[in-house]
């Protein structure tokens, strides 16, 4: 079975970040399976993340290290090419993207998209808990809708639930595109 890509996407506040992390956790002995590091301009670092200054992103986007690369929320994104190469005993790449890249990302790397969604509510609730947005900036947040391409395979996890729930489900997904090592 070749590579898989597995593009992670949803709106802001659907819990994707936790979700990987869970995973990341729950997957951390198993080589079949690797979690892209994507770069970021932002302040701080979560797990998947590797920070980097605005003028280290534009370096690496002008030499192309970037295989693809993104703004959103005032910051810049990227998915170093080196983070989709296949190596060892990989079956399986994670990589949290926006959206916004997934035609050009499928266009290149035949990929599945697991897409986090979560209710309104939900969603509203945990960017007040994050206290990085304005209240108006949160009910745009809400209301932008960015289509996913059709032609692409994907599982939607509707993130209302518990983490446990959702990281399950997401285990299960990844784990449907693995064989026995």
């Not at 295989?67 to 079956?91: C, I, K, N, S, T």
């Not at 391409?149 to 639930?161: C, L, R």
Request: net charge positive; charged share 25%.
């Amino acid at each position: 079975m070749p590579n898989t890509l597995i593009l992670v996407a949803g709106p802001s506040g659907a819990g994707k970040d936790s979700i990987i992390n869970a995973c990341r956790s729950l997957l951390a002995s198993d080589p079949r399976i690797y979690f892209a590091r994507r770069v970021v301009t932002r302040d701080a670092q979560g797990p998947g993340e590797r920070l980097v200054s605005v003028r280290t992103f534009e370096r690496l986007k002008a030499e192309g290290s970037l295989a693809f690369d993104w703004a959103a929320h005032g910051l810049m994104y990227g998915l170093p090419r080196e983070e989709l190469l296949p190596h060892g005993m990989v079956q399986v790449i994670i990589a949290n993207v926006s959206r916004t890249v997934i035609p050009a990302i499928c266009a290149q790397h035949p990929g599945y998209v697991v897409f986090i969604n979560a209710s309104d509510s939900h969603i509203r609730a945990r960017l007040q808990l994050r206290d990085r947005e304005k209240s108006n900036d949160i009910e745009e947040r809400l209301s932008r809708k960015v289509l996913l391409p059709e032609d692409v395979p994907m599982t939607t996890i509707q993130n209302d639930g518990t983490l446990a729930e959702a990281a399950a489900q997401f285990r299960t997904t990844i784990l449907r595109f693995t064989t026995k090592a």
